[in-house]
């Protein structure tokens, strides 16, 4: 079945399966690999986008139920050769290693941020906790996204 | 990673449609919302249904309202709206308790409580605050509408009243006066099915328990309903001593099967103790309540 | 004049320091190159068909239904790969192991056939459609009952196998002088601890794309794996292709942990597919393969005594099983079947200890050395430490103080230890001290006793280790016959801009920045200015790769040796430069000048230009200014550190939460801190998992009872703490750096600290002595009732 999803606010159409999962559909479109996978039963996170800006495990949603909606991946953060706030934050506090949870972790950080400009520690590890990351212990990640969160604040402040 | 066998797939556009669509294709075809618990079976190819239903577009289907008697949820809504919801959280802070407590917050962009509940998982947390809370749970068929209680809801494991051509849409939780309810689960780690949980609520009047609603579980091959436990509290003043007593009521009532989470006997000692905490709780919230 | 140290900011270290990562770049836009990413054309995809039997008898394939599927190309079985002498290739322990079942299945999850399809989801559906008759056996998964009489025989594929041995007995230390400090103690407890099994599981499984050129005959792989030098030499030598021929491309890795080590079956496949099909293959596991087949670790079975007496630990004896799984395939060097498991006498001044270990098959997935374990180091560590604290109950002193009391003085180093280890370097006391002062470890027990009277179970676990990492000198150990040495290549451009190529392999370490700090606090070339060029058997020189915290004490070595090695070249060329002579030249980081004028100086980048222009070289001197160096360490390195862990148990559901997480380690120089910190932090998660939560479990059947995330958990943000970190730094006396490596150190010392704490907070009121690890609700519960129960 033809399937067209809007992904990082452009079209993208291609007849697939309806089997077909989101993060496949995703990851079979040209420069969107970042959009990981690590598990078969919904529990890494390492897949996670946004659908009409919520965190979504992409593996665990059909390509065919996102017509319609609109998906985020992590391509979309740098805009016109800006690296968003997030993606600031996670190389000022040594937010990744390996970086492969790290996709995923960046958009649950952007939704986070839209939905909650200043979210406390705790606010953090719960909002991540569906999540995986075997390298950094999560601490560093906790810090990223606190330093998104003052950061953009302080551009706030400025404007 | 994993991958589902090959199906066809339609989007429903109405519940009448929906619900034709489950006649036309019979036994094999299945409806999606969320997806959360099918895709993931779906994958490991435990189950391979041939037909999928997607009805993410019933918005219909997705509310939470309240009227004099009681608070209807539409069975598409997310678990993330049943824990943001204010109005849930003031009348029946149970939900918001488990909701905490359901799977991971990612997940709960997309599960809903309809396909929570027919999941039938005896694990399920909103399966047991469904059932304290006396909910009546409303199905619609090609026949009509009609309503089931949650002791009537559940007939086995995995098992739900809900007929192969028919769909829950609503769910119903009475109001009374004095309510006060709770949560608790015990997992091996977060976002981890329970090892064992406990829904209770409790209605007050004049400083007695009017009436108990204690659910349990992952406490046996579906959701129990603690009806002795229950029948135990009525008409009397809560006390440590009394929620004991229904605790070890919990323990004797329930039937747990040991598994990968833990032997039978560590989950029936957790009913024991997770009734006396949900009771205490739910008892705490009703008395505030009284004070407002 | 301005100098290097004039432009270095405390960000921007030219050297060691708090660098921000290089390779951030690419990872924090999506940008990683990491296997499933890669596409080729004309690329196959290729999916495994895997035992459902713990142990069966295989009667018949059938893969005509398969073959039939539109868009399967091929479906490879054992018979298959007889024809091309690849149906069993050997193991890094010379034992051989199946790469496609014949036989008969010797574990669930066991490679039965390999099906080559136009796309994942297609070679998946054909699967299902092979047809395979088993005659199930009885199974043995218990690593105690493998040697039992009637257990069923697993590997009656090996001539002379009569029984489930797979590595016959290996000692350690000293008998006789061991059982004479038992015999003169004053206290000896027993215990019987076990190590269970449980998994590395990095986020990104393992997989391959092996691409084979008919025309040229050239091999290209593409592979996750981490020494891809030693997986060149053995494909050239498995699959009889010459090794000039094969090249392997390791891109980025989301995460090793030892994981991607050993040489997996699925490799050989997609290899084999390849050569035949003449089009590339790639195969990718799903995460209940990875579960269930690959490197497993741990799964140690242990029976050991310690001795004290007065006041201070005098011996130690341990008894080992180490199961091993189907197939002995445990990587570690040769002569060290039992790996450095014989560093279990600690980082105290024993009289005497006595190690045996022997190794049995079961089963179960082969493996046994992963994880960040050292080579067993882990499970040394775990049962010294645990052994300790027994001993500190049974001789009702603290543990922090028999641990201090027992120590090795900062005084006797160089130590040698009684099981053949000599210790470079540490001041355990000193580390031991910061971890009690940061914890606050006497108001801890003041708080402890506090809470336990208000009925509530507060639990403090101390646990400190001494590990060896760095493998290892050439005269005593190899693996499969090469040597444990890794080289290093630099070439600084005629811009003084650098390269340096190295064989270490990293999944995550932040090779690309530390590799340039070292470059710059050399040479003191930016570290912006310094390429660090890996993961390209042709482009990189050989060595072992990275596991066993190698990384910086062996390549870590290199690229500090031959950076002198360019900054000797340099001096000469300057001395020709500045005509002088070169004994007259002193050197400040990036530039020599001459000692009584040191206005008149070359930098480096004058030197590199100067290298490669048509003026004259010094005599005997080639042009340009570079340098090739393949490093032989002369020995290990040995980290220490000293843990503190606080745990809270609920008194009624048993559920544990680790409160706080003291962290001391002492790995010598630090290269760039914030590097070494998240390297502990994530040991520290991984420890709190297996203390807690992770474990690979069997039925009788032999069915695994963990082979998905949904239960083989793995701790999220909500079970991990603020780790509270700590430096101590007793350099390495004979690193070039004085760095020691730290990557497992975390894993190594986390988990006795947790279970101590665990126990820490039961022995008083529930009279737990002993409790194996998970200790997930259930287990502490039983344990709390007194009844632990062994993992199994």
Redesign the interface.
């Known amino acids: 079945m033809e399937v067209t999803i809007t992904i990082n606010g452009e079209e993208v159409s291609r007849d697939v399966e309806p089997r077909q999962l989101l993060v496949h559909f995703i990851r079979d479109t040209p420069g969107l690999t970042g959009t990981h996978w690590g598990c078969d039963t919904s529990n890494c996170g390492a897949c996670v986008v946004l659908m009409d800006g919520k965190p979504i495990k992409s593996c665990t949603t059909l390509a065919a139920m996102c017509v319609g909606h609109e998906i985020r991946t992590v391509e979309s953060l740098e805009q016109n050769g800006r690296l968003d706030a997030t993606q600031l934050g996670f190389h000022e506090k040594h937010g990744l290693h390996c970086g492969f949870c790290t996709p995923g972790m960046l958009m649950t950080a952007r939704a986070l941020l839209d939905h909650n400009p200043n979210p406390t520690e705790q606010d953090i590890r719960t909002a991540i906790s569906g999540q995986i990351c075997r390298c950094t212990g999560y601490q560093n990640i906790v810090s990223a996204i606190r330093w998104a969160a003052e950061h953009e604040a302080a551009m706030k402040q400025e404007a | ?9 339609e ?1 429903a556009t109405s519940v009448e449609g929906a619900i034709a669509s489950l006649a036309e294709h019979g036994p094999d075809a299945r409806l ?1 919302a969320g ?2 618990s099918l ?2 079976m ?4 435990l189950a391979t249904p041939e037909f ?1 239903i ?1 009805i ?2 019933l918005e219909e289907l997705s509310y939470i309202e309240e009227s004099v008697t009681e608070i209807r949820i539409g069975a598409l809504t997310r678990h ?1 709206e049943l824990l943001e919801s204010e109005l849930l959280a003031r009348r029946f802070p149970v939900f918001r308790d488990a909701e905490e407590v359901i ?5 709960r ?2 599960g809903t409580i309809g396909g929570s509940l027919c999941q039938a998982d005896a694990a399920e947390d909103l399966s047991a605050v469904c059932a304290a809370l006396r909910a009546q749970v409303v199905i619609r068929g090609p026949s009509g509408e009609r309503t089931v209680g949650m002791d009537g809801f559940y007939i086995g494991p995995f098992t739900t009243a809900v007929g192969a051509d028919e769909m829950l849409t609503e769910v119903r939780l009475p109001l009374r006066q004095g309510a006060g309810s709770a949560h608790e689960k ?1 997992e ?5 099915f329970a ?1 064992a949980a406990v829904s209770a609520a409790v209605w007050m009047q004049g400083g007695t328990i009017a009436d108990a609603g204690i659910a349990l579980g992952a406490l046996g091959p579906t959701t129990i309903i603690a009806s002795r436990a229950e029948e135990h509290l009525r008409g009397k003043a809560p006390s440590d001593e009394l929620f004991a007593q229904a605790g070890e009521i919990a323990k004797e009532d329930c039937n747990p099967l040991p598994d ?4 039978a006997d ?1 989950k029936r ?2 009913a024991g ?2 009734t006396v905490r949900a009771l205490r709780r739910a008892a705490a919230r009703a008395l505030q309540q009284e004070a407002h | 004049m301005a100098t290097i140290e004039t432009t270095a900011t405390a960000d921007r270290p030219i050297g060691f320091g708090r660098l921000k990562r290089k390779e951030d770049a690419r990872f924090i836009r999506g940008k990683g190159t990491y296997l499933d990413d890669i596409r080729l054309p004309g690329m196959v995809h290729g999916a495994m068909l895997r035992s459902p039997y713990a142990h069966a008898k295989i009667l018949s394939i059938d893969t005509s239904r398969a073959l039939a599927h539109p868009g399967v190309a091929a479906v490879v079985t054992a018979k298959d790969l007889e024809t091309l002498g690849l149906a069993w290739m050997p193991t890094i322990s010379y034992d051989t192991q199946a790469v496609l079942a014949g036989d008969k299945v010797r574990f669930q999850g066991q490679e039965v056939a390999f099906v080559i399809a136009v796309d994942e989801y297609t070679a998946r559906d054909a699967l299902a459609l092979i047809d395979v008759e088993y005659e199930p056996l009885p199974a043995v998964v218990n690593a105690r009952k493998a040697l039992d009489p009637d257990a069923p025989l697993i590997r009656d594929d090996k001539e002379g196998q009569t029984d489930n041995l797979a590595s016959p007995l290996w000692e350690a230390g000293d008998e006789a002088a061991t059982d004479k400090a038992f015999a003169e103690a004053d206290t000896i407890v027993t215990r019987d601890i076990i190590y269970p099994r449980c998994h590395p599981a990095p986020l990104e499984t393992c997989g391959m794309i092996a691409d084979f050129n008919p025309k040229t005959g050239q091999l290209d792989i593409y592979n996750g794996n981490q020494a891809p030098n030693a997986h060149r030499t053995v494909y050239a030598h498995v699959a009889g292709l010459a090794e000039h021929m094969i090249r392997i491309r390791c891109n980025d890795i989301g995460g090793g942990f030892g994981n991607k080590v050993p040489v997996y079956p699925g490799y050989v496949c997609a290899i084999a597919g390849s050569i035949v099909a003449g089009v590339p293959v790639k195969w990718i596991e799903d995460r209940s393969e990875n579960l269930m087949s690959t490197g497993f670790a741990r799964d140690y079975v242990m029976h050991a005594e310690m001795c004290s007496k007065d006041g201070k630990i005098t011996g130690l004896r341990v008894d080992v099983i180490a199961d091993h799984g189907a197939f002995d395939s445990t990587a570690q060097p040769t002569k060290f079947p039992a790996g450095f498991f014989h560093i279990v006498c600690g980082s105290y001044d024993l009289e005497a200890a006595h190690v045996k270990v022997k190794a049995v098959y079961t089963n179960k997935a082969p493996g046994g050395v992963a994880y960040r374990c050292s080579f067993r180091i882990t499970e040394a560590v775990y049962l010294v430490e645990r052994m300790v604290d027994a001993l500190a109950l049974e001789m009702k002193v603290d543990p922090a103080q028999l641990r201090m009391r027992s120590f090795i003085g900062p005084e006797q180093f160089p130590y040698e230890t009684t099981t053949g280890w000599t210790y470079d370097s540490g001041n355990y006391a000193a580390t031991m001290r910061e971890a009690m002062r940061i914890a606050g470890y006497d108001e801890l027990r003041n708080e402890q006793a506090e809470r336990r009277g208000r009925g509530e179970l507060m639990g403090i676990g101390v646990s400190f280790f001494t590990e060896g990492v760095g493998a290892g000198p050439r005269k005593h150990m190899d693996i499969l016959g090469l040597a444990m040495n890794d080289g290093a290549d630099l070439r600084v451009h005629p811009s003084g801009k650098a390269m340096v190529s190295i064989s270490a392999q990293t999944q995550g370490q932040g090779h690309e920045t530390t590799f340039a700090q070292i470059v710059a606090e050399e040479l003191g070339i930016p570290p912006e200015d310094v390429q660090v060029r890996h993961g390209d058997t042709d482009r990189t020189p050989y060595g072992l790769g990275t596991y066993g915290s190698r990384s910086t004490p062996v390549s870590g070595a290199a690229v500090a040796v031959v950076s002198r090695k360019v900054r000797d070249k340099a001096r000469l060329i300057a001395a020709t430069m500045l005509e002088t002579r070169a004994e007259d030249l002193a050197w400040e980081k990036g530039r020599w000048y001459v000692k009584g004028d040191p206005e008149k100086g070359a930098m480096i980048e004058d030197i590199a230009a100067y290298a490669y222009s048509g003026d004259p070289m010094p005599e005997g001197l080639e042009g340009g200014l570079d340098a090739q160096v393949i490093y032989d360490p002369p020995n290990l390195t040995y980290p220490c550190g000293a843990y503190i862990c606080v745990v809270d148990v609920d008194p009624d559901t048993a559920a544990v939460k680790v409160r706080r997480f003291i962290a001391v380690d002492d790995c010598g120089v630090r290269i760039n801190p914030m590097i070494v910190e998240g390297q502990i932090h994530g040991g520290l998660a991984e420890g709190i998992g297996i203390a807690l939560m992770e474990v690979i479990t069997f039925d009788e059947e032999g069915n695994c009872l963990n082979g998905s995330f949904m239960d083989y958990l793995i701790p999220t943000a909500l079970e991990c703490p603020d780790f509270e970190l700590g430096e101590t730094v007793t350099p390495c006396p004979h690193h070039p750096l004085g760095a020691k490596g730290v990557g497992e150190s975390p894993n190594v010392g986390s988990p006795p600290a947790i279970v101590n704490a665990v126990i820490d907070a039961l022995h008083e009121t529930h009279g737990v002595t002993h409790l194996d690890m998970p200790c997930t609700p259930a287990r502490v519960w039983a344990a709390m009732q007194g009844r632990p129960e062994p993992p199994q």
């Not at chain 2, 091996?188 to 981890?192: E, K, L, M, P």
């Open positions: 990673m994993q991958t589902p066998a090959p199906f066809d797939y989007r999606i997806g959360h895709l993931p779906m994958k490991l190819r999928l997607d993410n577009d993330a799977a991971d917050p990612v997940v962009n997309r015990v091996r780690r977060a976002g981890d090892i990968g989470r833990g032997p560590y000692h957790l103790v997770l």
